[in-house]
């Protein structure tokens, strides 16, 4: 099971980097948590034919690379559909004004607790069942009779 939200955030000239962290001492959520990136967005007050980078830099694999370039006019959108597992992540935005937005999914995944005698003899029963079933379904199969031909050879042919 897992819990799931929106995740959004605007870059501009003034307040161009924006961090995610995971909560990686949360005992609700020991399991995990991924933030995914479906859409960047350049806002409709950004100046015509100014490039918009946004860079992503990620913690744990130390990684810094442009995820999107925007220009008005040309490129209003991309959805780059990333995901991040484990690990903070900062956006920042490298060249232009902005506005750029950015949204996508923040999931966190919940630890579910499951008993496993119930499952165990469930899954013996649903075994024979489906087994008998599969028996009982079969087409019956037809019969080879063997018949001697005019060289004296067996020969194999389909009983009607």
């Not at 995990?32 to 694999?61: P, S």
Request: glycine share 6%; proline share 4%.
């Amino acid at each position: 099971m897992s819990e799931e939200s929106f995740y959004g955030v605007t870059l501009t000239a003034e307040n161009n980097a924006v961090s995610w962290d995971v909560l990686s001492n949360d005992e609700d959520y020991p399991r995990g948590q991924k933030l995914i990136i479906r859409q960047v967005l350049l806002g409709a007050e950004a100046k015509e034919d100014e490039f918009n980078v946004v860079e992503v830099h990620t913690v744990k694999d130390n990684l810094k690379i442009p995820i999107a370039v925007l220009k008005a006019g040309e490129t209003r959108a991309c959805n780059p559909d990333i995901e991040f597992y484990e690990t903070a992540v900062t956006f920042k935005l490298i060249k232009g004004n902005g506005p750029v937005y950015i949204h996508g999914q923040n999931i966190k995944d919940e630890v579910e607790v499951v008993d496993m005698e119930d499952d165990e003899t469930d899954e013996d029963d649903d075994g024979e069942e489906e087994e008998d079933e599969a028996h009982a379904q079969a087409p019956p199969k037809k019969k080879l009779k063997m018949e001697n031909n005019a060289d004296g050879k067996n020969v194999k042919n389909k009983k009607k």
